[in-house]
């Protein structure tokens, strides 16, 4: 019988992360459609309780690369160990959850696997016994199937596309230790150190159930510290549309749309954004959407479900105020 193989991506407290059990409840949807094994691949450096909750996850076996050279994500080594993985597996689908971290590996991995990807899947159809991943294209106006050639089929999901794996009732799934050997004369990039993006949540954009952006209409950076008491007041991760990102008003990673995170938080704030197909794109899946923006036939109030026209400036505080108050 072959194998749905779901890689868990871990987070800095080796916990992990939602999108990845998102990618391992995909793993089972097509594992019971196929007729295939589930199996969950963790990988890192001392992830023995990461790999311990896995085991409550319905899977058939939860395969562990415990590594010190893995403990930091280095591209190389990690496509060489799951390469390893795949040789010894054998699976016929390698699913994982979209991040910054997939984005990376999955097209090196397609690669190194001779084998055929698709990235930023929404959905799957399953035809004829053949598996269809579901992926928005131009700009979202259109889905598209696609049907992978070769061997593991591999797809990376959106997060909050899917709902995330539940734990199971039934008996904990067995754990197996994967021997691989690295071979560190083949790195040619060193990670030389790791810094918590500004942003400061701790699973980014993409994982937020509340995303509060800002837009160029906050004028400039000072427009962003008003964002932030509202985002830390929500709970929220603080994202953009793309020009604050390019005029160096707030961090790059911050930029949400269609060159930057993909959100579906529970809600969505956006203040001085018009609504660009290259933004939506990047926040339509948001379940509530809120907009403030000066302009009432800001295309991003056809979207929005509650909007407030007028000036943030004016709008933001008595936001807050009524926040306060409500606490
Ligand atoms: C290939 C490509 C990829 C791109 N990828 C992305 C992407 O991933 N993400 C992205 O965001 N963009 C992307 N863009 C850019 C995109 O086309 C838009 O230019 C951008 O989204 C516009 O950002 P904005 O809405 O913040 O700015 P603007 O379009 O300038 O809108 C500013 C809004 O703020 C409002 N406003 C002004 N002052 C105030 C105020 N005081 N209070 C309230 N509202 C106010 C205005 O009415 C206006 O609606 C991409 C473009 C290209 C060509």
Redesign the pocket.
Known sequence: MGTVLALMELSRDREVLPSSLEALAVGKMIAEKVGLKLAALVMGGGIEQAAESLRAFPTDEVLVVDQPLLEVYQPELYTQAVEQVCSEIKPDYLVMGETFQSIDLAPRLAFALDSGLVTGCVDLEFDSGETLFIKPVYSGNVMAAYAVEGVPRLATFRSKSFEPAKPGESAPSPVRSLAISLDQSSVKIQAVEQVLSGNGHAQGLENAEIVVSG???L?GPEGFEILRELADQLGGALGA????CDLGWIEPSA??????AIVAPDLYVA??????T??VG?MEGAKTIVA????ED?P?FKIADYGVA????EVLPQLLEGLGRSK
Not at 241 to 244: F, L, N, Q, V
Not at 271 to 276: D, H
Not at 292 to 295: C, G, L, P, R, S
Request: charge should be positive; hydrophobic fraction near 20%.
């Open positions: 837009g160029r209409g004028g549309s793309r020009p604050p930029q949400v749309g269609i060159t930057g203040v001085g954004i018009s609504g660009s290259q933004h990047g403030i923006n000066d302009k800001a991003i007028g000036d943030y400036k």
